[in-house]
Each structure stands twice: as C-alpha cells, then as structure tokens.
C-alpha cells in the first residue's frame, strides 16, 4: 500500500541544540490532520462543510497551525479533487504543511494514520518529539484544547468527551470517550504503527497504557462532530458554522 505525496515542500526548521529549542519556548511537535474519510453517512464531504466562510479542512488547518509545528501533515482521499484544490492555497503559502493522498481512504482511519507516520518518518525532522493526531470534524474545536492538550508532559495526552447522542437533541445516553484530539510522543506512535490496520485505531492501543503514561484533557464540547445529516442540522441550528 502506497500513498501519493502530490505536495511536498521542502523541509524547513534550522537544526538547533534541543535545549535552546526548550529555553527559546519553541515547539518540538507535528501535526496529522486525519481528513481522507468518504463522508458516507453526511452524503456529501464534510471536509468541505463553509465554518466562517472557508471549508472546514482549512479551518481546522489553521486552527493546527496557531499551535506552531514543525510540520503538518494533512491527508486526504484519491478522487476528491474539490478537497484538494481547498487545501491547496495553504499548502502553497506555507512550507509546513504537507499533504498526502490516501489511495485506499475506504480501509479506514488507521491506514491513513500509519501514511502520515510514514510521511513523519521520511520527513526527518529531528527535533519533533510529539505528535498531535486531530480530524476535521469536531466543529467546535479550537487551538486553547490543542495547546492544553501539548502542555502536557504525560507519553500520551487525550482528549475526554462524553457522547451525547447521534442527533445531539437529547442528553440521555452518555458514555466517557477518550480519543481525537491526541498528542503521542513520537518514539511511542512509531512503534504503535504496526498495529494500525483498517479501522483499528489508536484506542485500543491507549487503554493499554499505564495510568503514569495517560492524562486526558476534559472538553465536552468535542463530543459535536458531524457524521450525519441530523448532526449537521443541528450543528447549524446552533450556528456553529457561522457565516
């Protein structure tokens, strides 16, 4: 299984002895912005849903990049050129970003996670030591949740959600979720990599952890994200959106 990097600029931090990097307060992490789903249940590309007057995938892009990375590595499906040419602006002005093409996005997530490891790796950016894994349809996430999250010094930091049902109209139903956003020290998410086939994901592989090497996060908010057209009703009923 291959993936297309139909973008890819080149590579731009000075190496820098990592403790200047830790006195001069400056990050020593990447982003994987997971945005190759089909969208099958919305019935039409949620990456490209208009969040204050831009698609959601640049949005979620730029709310990345306030966090200031080393590298953001955005994937997206085979055969989705409207998602493309959306992104294709910021990848042009910004040599942080890189993006990959998913040829087989219906396999899942996880094929898509262990793409942009790949990408991470061949990338050799030596100072990254974290990195943060978002998605894009989380609407009402915002960069405070992101930097709280890589604030914290814990081998793997989750974001902790409650489930509040698919049509978001009811609060019955509720269940604890720990998942997306994450930030995974890179050592751990390379040898974590192996085991990401199809839709089996990293959440498995987290429960699985030590209580010394998992915090979470608590930010109920992202429990809204958007895989139905019910859930996109309402998240415009409640002008999340915006104009």
Excluded at 86 to 115: D, F, K
Excluded at 137 to 144: A, I, K, N, Y
Excluded at 153 to 176: F, L, W
């Amino acid at each position: 299984m291959t993936s297309d990097v139909y973008t890819h600029n080149s590579i731009l931090p000075t190496k820098t002895p990592l403790y200047n990097v830790i006195e001069n307060n400056e990050k020593d992490h990447a982003v994987i912005v997971l945005a190759s789903g089909l969208s099958e249940r919305l019935g039409q590309s949620k990456q490209l849903l208009s969040k204050h007057g831009e698609p959601l995938i640049s949005y979620m892009i730029k709310t990345a990049l306030a966090t200031k990375p080393l590298a953001v590595i955005v994937v997206i499906p085979q055969g989705q050129p409207a998602i493309a040419d959306a992104i294709n602006g910021l990848v042009r002005q910004n040599t942080t970003i890189y993006s990959v093409v998913n040829l087989l996005p219906e396999t899942g997530m996880a094929h898509s996670l262990s793409l942009s490891i790949d990408t991470l790796i061949n990338l050799k950016i030596s100072l990254i030591n974290r990195v943060l894994i978002m998605g894009v349809d989380q609407v009402l996430l915002d960069s405070e949740h992101l930097t709280e999250l890589l604030a914290a010094k814990s081998t793997v930091v989750a974001s902790s959600y409650q489930c509040v049902g698919k049509t978001y109209s009811t609060d019955t139903g509720k269940s604890d979720i720990i998942g997306l956003p994450i930030v995974i020290n890179v050592k751990r998410l390379k040898q974590w990599q192996p085991s990401l086939i199809g839709d089996k994901g990293l959440r498995h592989l987290i429960r699985a952890l030590p209580p010394n090497q998992l915090s979470t996060v608590i930010n109920h908010q992202l429990s809204y994200d958007i895989d139905t057209p019910n859930q996109l009703l309402y998240a415009r009923q409640q002008n999340w959106f915006g104009s």
